[in-house]
């Protein structure tokens, strides 16, 4: 067995480019999530360590200390982070000349020749779709020419793609992240503004039946179908992450979506009531008042709804497969029980008009979630949304990065009708008008009144938004 390193390296300050994170790219409160796609292929391979390096704050000298005493390095990369982790790689090549290094992530798995072109040799291979058993069989000395799922230089210098690696079907046979985890990471260094600290994010099934065009993991590592562990096998995870963590205050399911099989996710919520567990979870605006009771009764405190937009025929454009009217009543029932939302929101998508953009603006004060979050269209490689903006002319070569040079989120996207700054500046009209509201400010007042960690956790968050203001006008980035 290889001496085997996974790593997700330094970059940006404050970067969460992490395996977990959905949207690579620094926020406007700082965050972090679990790297929990490099903690899943860690688990399987016997004797390995998992370095997250931004979270913990780690710098290149402890890694390249570490990599002397290695055989193999998997590094988890994006598409904003791409040129980054390349010179990071060059780092550890040099501090240990017979290191095999290997990408994987979104970014290497829909552009494997391409990213190999541009790495030179400096990294040994790239993996597409799912790469836990792909790392198994490098870390046990597998050739490469036998491994499936990975693109190589073979001793010729050519550039080999094998065949694809089989989805994995049966995930109850995946060992537990957490026990990586336990191994390796400090929980408290895993923050998110919505959820209660310190909190364990794991996934319960990969895929998404859904078809947003925007949306990375399924079209690119997860795929399309919702391949799921049981709840007997979910609850004894949280069962033994408790046992490991009893400081833990909620546990969160990043699924791309919990509640596409509502029969699963009240067994789980069921289970998950025995154990006296407070969790959270994805979920997608159209689940039936009947579903939200038992997952209230059952320890759910809070769903991470992505709304993207008020306008229907954006959503239309972007496969959601959701009506605004729909999404209204999902959230007045929440609202009924007791559930907190937090609601995601998207600017710049196809159809978005000044227009598109008052009319989200409007719908996300009517609808009122507890929090939200306002992101930038970012077409990412291997998506939908990405074919359509190259096709269409909407992004810019020099612009395809997705950020600028401080790991910030940038407008990428631009129409005809509508400019990249047009779209940038109102992210944070978004944000003011829903915030600054007296009842909103009102209800943020009295919840931290009421919860002296809240009222830290709030005051923590309100200085760095604003500084997040200060450096968009500081800087302007479109």
Known sequence: MMR?????????????????????????????WYPTWLAQPAALVPGSRLIDAPPAGIGMGPIL????????????????????DLRVAKMLRQA??????GFVGAKVAVQPVESLEQAGDIIDFVTGNEFDYTIKEIAEGKPFPEVDGITYRNDQGKIVTNKPRAMIEDMDK?????????????????????????????????????????CLWPQTVGGHRYRTRSPEHVAAEIRLAKQYFPQVKEFFFDDDTFTD???RAEAIARELGKLGVTWSCNAKANVPYKTLKILKENGLRLLLVGYESGNQQILHNIKKGMRVEVARQFTEDCHKLGIKIHGTFIMGLPGETKDTIRETIEYAKAINPHTLQVSLAAPYPGTFLHKQATENGWL??????????????????????????????????????????P?????????????????????REGVEFFQFLRSRHNGENC
């Open 65 to 84: 200390d570490d990599v002397k005493n290695r055989d193999l390095v998997i590094m988890h990369t994006s598409t904003p982070s791409f040129a980054s």
């Open 261 to 263: 099989d509502l029969p």
């Open 439 to 459: 009842s909103k400010i009102w209800s943020i007042v009295k919840e931290m009144a009421t919860d002296p960690q809240m009222m830290k956790r709030r005051l």
């Open 96 to 101: 240990n000349p017979k290191l095999k290094i």
């Open 396 to 437: 810019n070569e020099n612009e395809a990065d997705l950020i600028d040079e401080n790991g910030v989120q940038i407008a990428p996207l631009h129409y005809p009708h509508l400019s990249h700054q047009e779209i940038f500046n109102n992210v944070e009209t978004f944000y003011k008008e829903f915030y600054f509201r």
């Open 174 to 214: 995946l060992p537990f992240v957490t026990e990586v985890y336990k191994r390796n990471l400090k929980i408290e260094d895993y923050f998110i503004g919505y959820l209660k600290h310190p909190y364990i994010s794991i996934y319960t099934g990969r895929g998404c039946k859904s078809r947003c065009t925007f």
């Open 4 to 32: 085997t390193l996974f790593l997700q390296p330094p970059s940006f300050d404050g970067f969460d480019g992490g395996a977990g994170s959905r949207y690579q790219a620094k926020r406007e409160i700082r965050s972090f």
